[in-house]
């Protein structure tokens, strides 16, 4: 049995700290942007859907499929997102989880937890090859997500009357380039990558506190600190100076690299608020406000 259309809807992430370091085996912290979403709609088709390679969106569809056991599935898909691609926001994870809503929703099947969350990996190992699962499990979570490789994942409580900035640089992100400019470091880039799982732990122990200042501070270190590893780039280190300069209590690039989004600590939305039109004004070409 099937619905004349099938809805699904997810929404994307960003990496507050953790960068780089989570591949040594540091932790990292991600963060939900619940208002920043995705819509997948499944419609009637004339033709078959097909699988096509390296395309997440199809490889999501397919998986669904393959799970419910349904065969010569002539469908098509709408995708409405406000997640912009390559940019560190989990853009290929949430269109999946969006589909796979969106099919299951179209074919009107229960869909539980557990196997939304497989199938989203599933996909995302088209997108990443080898993916830690982060940007899906946060892309599902409503709260914080910390992880760290081989323990795995766990969630963390944030309320922090406090308003977090997103900018966004306009140039793609080139996460598998900025992993090897760390590896070619060698040696040099161990006390970096040790500093920033450092800071990571400060991070933790901020937001369980409260305490913004400190939060702040460890923020814009660690910036500095992927600066050194030569995974920012030069818009990227403009747009966290602006930041700075204009009241930020901490800034940062945010995701992989060599491109992508940073982000900004505010105490107020009207702060951030006008922030985000001064970055954009300085080359941000979008911006988004959300709430700790």
């Known amino acids: 049995m099937t619905k004349e259309i099938g809805v699904g809807k997810a929404h994307s992430k960003i990496i507050l700290i953790g960068e780089h370091s989570v591949v040594y085996g540091y932790p990292a912290l991600a963060l939900p942007l619940n208002n920043i979403e995705v819509t997948c709609q499944v419609l009637p088709a004339d033709k078959v859907w097909r699988l096509y390679a390296e395309d997440t969106l199809s490889m999501a569809v397919f998986a669904c499929l393959e799970h419910l056991g349904i065969e010569e599935a002539k469908i098509r898909c709408q995708v409405k997102s406000m997640v912009p691609e390559k940019r560190g926001m989990g853009s290929s994870a949430a269109v999946s989880i969006a589909a796979i809503r969106a099919v299951f929703d179209y074919y009107d099947q ?119 590893l030569g995974v920012s780039c030069p818009k990227a280190d403009s747009l966290v100076e602006q930041a700075l300069e204009n009241g930020a209590l901490g800034a940062k690039m945010s995701g992989g690299g060599l491109g992508g989004c940073v982000i900004a600590l505010v105490r107020e939305k009207a702060e951030a608020e006008s922030l985000a039109l001064l970055l954009r004004e300085k080359g941000a070409i979008n911006t988004w406000i959300e709430s700790l």
Do not use: W
């Open 110 to 228: 229960e869909l539980d937890a557990q196997t939304l969350e497989i199938l989203a990996n599933r996909a995302e190992m088209i997108a990443h090859m080898n993916p830690s699962g982060l940007d899906a499990k946060t892309c599902l979570s409503d709260v914080a997500i910390k992880f760290i490789r081989n323990f795995g994942f766990s969630e963390i409580d944030l309320d922090l009357s406090a308003y977090l900035l997103i900018a966004d640089t306009g140039i793609h992100g080139h996460t598998r380039e900025a992993i090897q400019q760390v590896e070619r470091l060698g040696q040099k880039a161990l006390p970096l990558l040790q500093e920033l799982g450092n800071l990571t732990k400060i991070v933790e122990r901020a937001i369980s506190i409260k305490d913004l200042i400190t939060l702040g501070q460890a923020m814009t270190r660690a910036h500095q600190k992927l600066a050194q």
